[in-house]
């Protein structure tokens, strides 16, 4: 017997011990995992390519490259991607045009932790690659290097070396969606490449802000993230970050 946070599960039978609990709130979702009438399935009777992690929402295993979050009505990549092994460098964003993408980035650069860091904000339009249409999106990306590594070439950050990270998208002052390194699939509630990609909107990246909180590994990081920041401008019209704020190891910034 399981206790998912909202209601038991029994494994045995493949069934919920009791409604789906959006039932109460007044909802009734297909997407919520729910089929036909029958409010005791699990992951709408697919738990090969389905997962409910909170008794709430379906989330879709997509051929261990990502999720597809049905609460939020986003995919987004999984941490062990298979993009991590190869590690990032600046051509990957100005090639991002012959995949259909109209995207902008803002790149910070600063030197912790006996480290070069690169880390790497994305938004806008994705192109039909995640769900057969266009996709309004935004990625935090932590990239590192060491003196020795080839020049402009940035390793992903392994488990060690993630950070806590969160942000929220907008396009046009409207919310679109939120993603946070403590979502499903995460380690010790860090990530290394936070994305998330909410299909059937097109989005010029000036159309779009992001409202980000990251935690550096230490106030000296920050420290000089935030110097870095300060320097940093988005390409296509999208301008610096601003409303810049540190706390600690944490800093929260619009852009």
Not at 83 to 102: E, H, I, K, T, V
Request: charged content about 20%; glycine content about 10%; hydrophobic content about 35%.
């Amino acid at each position: 017997m399981f206790y998912v946070g909202s209601r038991y599960y029994d494994p045995e039978f493949g069934r919920w011990l009791n409604t789906d609990p959006l039932i109460d709130e007044g909802v009734f979702d297909v997407n919520a995992g729910l089929n036909g009438t029958n409010l005791f399935v699990y992951c709408a009777n697919n738990p090969i390519m389905l997962i409910d992690k909170t008794g709430k929402a379906v989330t879709s295993v997509l051929w261990g490259l990502g999720y597809w979050d049905s609460s939020k009505g986003i995919f987004y990549y999984s941490i062990n991607a298979p993009q991590r092994d190869y590690g990032f460098c600046s051509a990957y964003d100005n090639a991002s045009w012959l995949l259909g993408m109209d995207i902008a980035w803002l790149t910070v650069y600063f030197t912790a932790e006996s480290k070069d860091w690169r880390i790497e904000f994305r938004k806008g339009t994705y192109g039909k690659i995640y769900a057969g249409d266009v996709s309004t999106g935004a990625e935090i990306g932590v990239y590192y290097r060491k003196w020795w590594y080839f020049p402009g070439w940035y390793q992903c950050a392994d488990n060690a070396n993630t950070l806590k990270m969160s942000y929220s998208l907008y396009k046009n002052g409207s919310f679109l969606f939120s993603r946070s390194s403590t979502d499903y699939n995460n380690y010790n509630g860090r990530h290394w490449w936070l994305t998330g990609f909410k299909p059937f909107i097109q989005s010029k990246p000036n159309q779009l802000k992001m409202k980000v909180s990251i935690t550096l590994k230490s106030v000296s990081m920050a420290e000089a993230f935030v110097t870095g920041l300060k320097k940093s401008t988005g390409n296509k019209g999208t301008g610096k970050a601003y409303s810049i704020s540190r706390s600690g190891a944490t800093v929260s910034f619009w852009w």
